[in-house]
């Protein structure tokens, strides 16, 4: 049995740790409150936005505005890994690495024997975890959830889409945690390039619409449009599952703290009725001694 001094050392190092994980706790509370509001409001406008698109593309056209629906041979991939740039998540980050490696060692794992799949972390557990473990990492963004925002995200999803038209990528593929609710982030695996036709969309009997100024000009100018939230509401996703994930985990601590905090008074009061114990038989033992 460990000694009354280490186990009050040991207490209140625990305690100062649950200290910490509480605080922690409390500020991934107040961000997910704050980020959870974005999250929400963009989801129908960018859903409802491909839908649009889908419909616009059920009699496509060989227009320019198309060139990002081209289907080529799948050559050269692109893999987007979004995670955290800060760990204390639970298995956050390990999942979505996972997803992603995946992808690449089994899905496309002619291209990537060959040397054609590129990643770009967005996050530095990912970036860091790619690089470690030599997979090819053309670029990591991990400034990007400094001031998060539509306005610095947009820059990069048009440079992703110049890319792919310029051929340099035949497929952009979205790995990221989506947020459900505070406890639950679903991993996805999304296609950001070429644009996927919406199935229930394809092949639908529609209504005739009338297009103003004409349709492949408003296709030319909404897609890149629709690219661009779809690239920013993945990314928020991810950040909103951070911190369900981070709070979710600094919880489960803090009551792992507050259960070892227990345990150890329990420990240490029976330490402490020991050495009382111990020291009463040896006055004991000692005035008897004296008697004798």
């Known amino acids: ?87 204390l998540c639970g298995s956050f980050n390990s999942v979505a690495i996972k997803n992603a490696i995946n992808l690449a060692d089994n899905i496309y794992k002619s291209q990537t024997n060959k040397g054609n799949v590129h990643f770009l972390a967005i996050g530095k557990k990912g970036a860091d975890y790619l690089k470690r473990k030599k997979y090819n990492v053309v670029d ?50 999304e296609q950001f390039l070429p644009v996927v036709i919406n199935e229930e969309e394809e092949g639908k009997h529609l209504p005739l619409y009338i297009y103003e100024p004409d349709k492949e000009q408003i296709i030319k100018e909404l897609i890149p449009k629709s690219l661009k939230i779809q690239f920013y509401k993945s990314i928020i996703d991810s950040f909103v599952s951070e911190n369900g994930a981070r709070m979710t985990a600094m919880h489960k601590a803090t009551d792992n703290a507050t259960e070892m905090i227990r345990d150890l008074n329990l420990e240490y009061n029976k330490a402490r009725q020991n050495a009382i114990t111990k020291e009463l038989l040896d006055i004991v033992g000692g005035a008897e001694a004296l008697n004798k």
């Open 1 to 87: 049995m460990a000694n009354l001094k280490d186990l009050r050392t040991r207490i209140n190092s625990v305690k100062s740790t649950r200290q910490i994980t509480s605080a922690m706790k409390m500020v991934a509370a107040a961000k997910i409150r704050k980020a959870q509001n974005r999250i929400i409001q963009l989801r129908p406008y960018a859903n409802k936005l491909h839908k649009l698109i889908s419909i616009l593309y059920n009699n496509p056209t060989e227009e320019e505005g198309n060139n990002y629906s081209t289907v080529r041979d799948e050559e050269k991939i692109l893999i987007i890994l979004i995670t955290s740039n800060r760990g």
């Open 140 to 189: 990591a963004k991990n400034e990007l959830f400094d001031s998060l925002s539509f306005q610095t995200v947009a820059p990069l999803a048009e440079n992703i889409m110049k890319q792919f038209i310029n051929k340099e990528y035949d497929k952009i593929e979205l790995v990221y945690n989506q947020f459900k609710n505070a406890a639950v982030q679903n991993i996805t695996t």
